[in-house]
């Protein structure tokens, strides 16, 4: 993966949001204590909220990991990337061993779709997808999964060192 300049995220950020409408993601009030520009993703409403700090989140739907590939915990933004190449994790490789070692940046499958916000824990990210139908389900290894309009949307609000809360 390589990080953009703060232009070349600017335009990749607005071609995506142009690409289509808005997903689902929308206003509403949060009352857990939690501060500005915290992440919050709760596992089985299958739904990540950017925390505002004004007694309010955006929510956005998301894909989770699948029954045995799920956590909870704490973790903090490493890393922003537009269009990021992937190489397949270990795990995902014996899963699929027809997965090359890497899958260009753009390609339409690539299953990081337009952008990725890496986390501190081992090799798991918030991203876009090439799989739009998978949002709402168990379907991850791990990673938390975005609409692209979702995903170019948080990383245009979220900054590198934020924490991520990640809760059943």
């Known amino acids: 993966m390589h990080k953009q300049s703060g232009w070349a995220a600017a335009m990749v950020v607005a071609a995506t949001m142009?690409?289509?409408?808005?997903?689902?993601?929308?206003?509403?009030?949060?009352?857990?204590?939690?501060?500005?520009?915290?992440?919050?993703?709760?596992?089985a409403e299958r739904r990540l909220y950017f925390i505002n700090g004004d007694g309010t989140a955006i929510r956005y739907p998301v894909a989770v990991g699948k029954a045995g590939k799920q956590w909870t915990g704490y973790a903090r933004i490493d890393?922003?990337?537009?269009?990021?190449?992937?190489?397949?994790?270990d795990e995902v490789k014996r899963d699929n061993p027809r997965l090359p070692e890497v899958i260009a940046g753009g390609s339409p499958s690539n299953p990081m779709g337009a952008a990725a916000l890496t986390l501190d824990r081992g090799e798991?990210?918030?991203?876009?997808?090439?799989?739009p139908g998978s949002i709402g389900t168990f379907a991850s290894y791990g990673c938390i999964r975005m609409y692209n309009q979702d995903v170019?949307?948080?990383?245009?609000?979220?900054?590198v060192g934020a924490t991520v809360v990640v809760t059943r």
Not at 124 to 131: L, M
């Open 79 to 89: 890393g922003k990337y537009l269009r990021p190449a992937w190489s397949p994790p």
């Open 124 to 131: 798991y990210a918030i991203h876009g997808t090439n799989r």
């Open 18 to 43: 142009a690409a289509g409408p808005a997903a689902s993601r929308e206003l509403v009030a949060f009352d857990a204590a939690a501060e500005a520009g915290t992440v919050v993703v709760r596992t």
């Open 152 to 159: 170019a949307d948080l990383y245009g609000r979220v900054q």
